[in-house]
C-alpha cells in the first residue's frame, strides 16, 4: 500500500525582493521537503554595476529596495571607501548612524503595525483591525512618520535618499534645524515604549530555532551603520573575510541563492542581532526588553516582532542622542578619490546583516560587485523552520496551518509581507 502523503502548496508569495511559492510535502507522517521556491528572474544589479563609475553605487544599489535603501547605501559607502582607503570622519559616520535610525524606526513600524500584527490578533489585513483597534494603527502610523521624516531631513527623501554620497553627504544640516525632529522623536519614543507594552502581549506559538546566529557587534553600541562581525558558535571573523565563511549556492527550486556559514545554516536579523548584542542596548531599551519578559538571548521566530519593538525604542534613543550631540561638521563630506582595489562593507539592515563587496579597476570603475542580503541569507533557515512548524502541528485543520505558515514567514522578512494576503495555502491528500 503506498504510504498517504500531504502536499501544501503556495503558489505565489509576494515579496519585494521578487516572486516566490512554497511547496511542502509529508508522506507517512514524516516530512518530505520543504522549498521555498523563489522564481523572480534576477534583477541583475551586480552584472549591471560592473563598468559603472565607483561613486554610483550608493545610489544605485539603493533602488535594490524601497523600504531598506539606506542599508544598501550605507553598506557600498562602506566597501568603496574601504577599497579607496578613507576612513571618513566620526561626526559623519554619526549622522549616517542617525539616517540609519530613521530607516530602521519606518521599516520595523511598518512590518509590526501593518504587516504582522494583524496575524497575531486574527486579522487578515490591516483594515479590518484598525477598525477595532483604531488607537493601535494610528500609533503605528505616527512612528513610521517620525521615522520617514528623519530620512527626509538626513537624507533628502525618505525612499531612495538622495543627500547620501562617497565619504558623507552632500549637504549637512545646522544644530537648530534639529529642534521640531528631536520634539517629533520624543512623542514617538511614548509611541514606542507603549508598542513594546502592546506586543508583548500577543501569544506567540512554541518553537525554538537552533540556528547558528550572525549579526554585527560594536563596543560600546548597539549595532547599526557599521561594526564586526559576530556569532553565537565559533570565533568571529573580520569583514574582509565575509565570502571565505559565507558561500552562496544555487538551488535547483530557487533562482535566489542560499547562503551557508561555514557549510552550515545560519540565521541573521532581528533575533540574531538582539541575543548577540542585547547587552549594549540603552538603558530604556533594556528595560522595554526586560519588562516585556525578553531574555538576554531569544530563538523564538514569533518573537522578533517584540525585538524589533524594543529596536524601535533603541532607535529612538539614539537618534535623540546624536541629535544632542550634534556638531556641525566643517565639511559635509572627505575625499574619496578613486585607487584600484577591493573592499568590503557590511552594516545591519532591519532585516539583517547586509554585506557588499566591489573591486574597483584603475580607470576608477567597478570591475566585480557581490552584495549578500539578509534574506538570501536567511532562506535555508526559514525552510527549515516552515518544516518544522508544519511537522509539529499537523493535528492542526487547514486554516490554522495557514495561518501558522504565514506568521513564520513573517516573522522574518517584512518584504514578504508587502501583501496581506500573500500566502494561500492548499492542502491536498491522497
Given at each position: ?103 530602521w ?34 500609533r ?9 521624516r ?13 543627500n ?91 533562482t ?34 526586560a ?15 517584540v ?24 565639511h ?58 508544519v ?40
Open positions: 500500500m503506498t504510504p498517504p502523503t500531504r502536499s501544501l502548496r503556495v503558489d505565489a508569495l509576494t515579496r519585494v525582493e521578487g516572486e516566490g511559492a512554497l511547496n511542502i510535502s509529508l508522506r507517512a507522517g514524516e516530512l518530505e521537503s520543504v522549498q521555498l521556491n523563489i522564481y523572480e528572474p534576477p534583477r541583475f544589479f551586480e552584472a549591471f554595476l560592473r563598468g559603472r563609475a565607483y561613486t554610483e553605487p550608493p545610489d544605485l544599489t539603493a533602488r535594490v529596495c524601497g523600504i531598506c535603501p539606506v542599508a544598501y547605501q550605507v553598506s557600498a559607502c562602506n566597501a568603496i571607501e574601504d577599497a579607496c582607503g578613507v576612513q571618513v570622519d566620526e561626526d559623519i559616520v554619526a549622522l549616517r548612524r542617525l539616517l540609519y535610525c530613521g530607516e524606526i519606518n521599516s520595523h513600524a511598518l512590518h509590526i503595525y501593518l504587516l504582522h500584527a494583524p496575524d497575531f490578533l486574527g486579522y487578515s489585513d490591516i483594515v479590518g483591525m484598525a477598525r477595532d483597534h483604531p488607537a493601535a494603527v494610528e503605528g502610523l505616527a512612528l513610521k512618520k517620525a521615522g520617514n528623519l530620512m527626509e531631513f538626513v537624507g533628502g527623501r525618505a525612499i531612495h535618499p538622495v547620501v554620497r562617497l565619504g558623507g553627504f552632500y549637504s549637512v544640516p545646522t544644530r537648530l534645524e534639529f529642534a521640531p525632529i528631536a520634539e517629533q522623536l520624543r512623542r514617538a519614543l511614548d509611541d514606542a515604549l507603549a508598542t513594546v507594552e502592546w506586543v508583548s502581549r500577543f501569544e506567540f506559538p512554541d518553537l525554538e530555532v537552533e540556528h547558528e546566529f550572525l549579526a554585527l557587534t560594536a563596543t560600546g553600541r548597539y549595532p547599526i551603520e557599521n561594526g564586526a562581525i559576530a556569532r553565537s558558535v565559533g570565533l568571529p571573523f573580520p569583514v574582509a573575510d565575509f565570502t571565505s565563511h559565507i558561500a552562496e549556492a544555487q538551488v535547483p527550486h530557487s535566489a541563492l542560499h547562503a551557508t556559514l561555514d557549510g552550515g545554516r545560519y540565521l541573521t536579523g532581528p533575533l540574531a542581532r538582539y541575543s548577540l548584542n542585547s547587552s549594549a542596548l540603552s538603558v530604556v531599551a533594556a528595560q522595554a526588553a519588562s516585556a519578559g525578553l531574555p538576554p538571548e531569544c530563538r523564538n521566530p514569533f518573537r522578533s516582532i525585538v524589533r519593538a524594543v529596536e524601535v525604542v533603541y532607535a529612538i534613543e539614539e537618534a535623540l542622542r546624536i541629535i544632542a550631540e550634534y556638531q556641525r561638521p566643517a559635509p563630506f572627505v575625499d574619496v578619490g578613486a585607487r584600484s582595489g577591493i573592499g568590503h562593507g557590511v552594516s545591519e539592515a532591519p532585516r539583517g546583516l547586509l554585506y557588499h563587496r566591489y573591486e574597483i579597476d584603475t580607470d576608477g570603475l567597478v570591475a566585480a560587485a557581490t552584495m549578500i542580503p539578509p534574506t538570501s541569507q536567511n532562506q535555508a533557515a526559514i525552510e527549515a523552520d516552515l518544516g518544522r512548524a511537522f509539529d502541528n499537523l493535528s492542526l485543520d487547514d486554516a490554522a496551518l495557514t495561518m501558522l505558515c504565514e506568521k513564520v514567514i513573517r516573522s522574518y522578512d517584512p518584504c514578504i509581507s508587502c501583501s496581506t494576503h500573500f500566502l494561500t495555502l492548499r492542502v491536498e491528500h491522497h
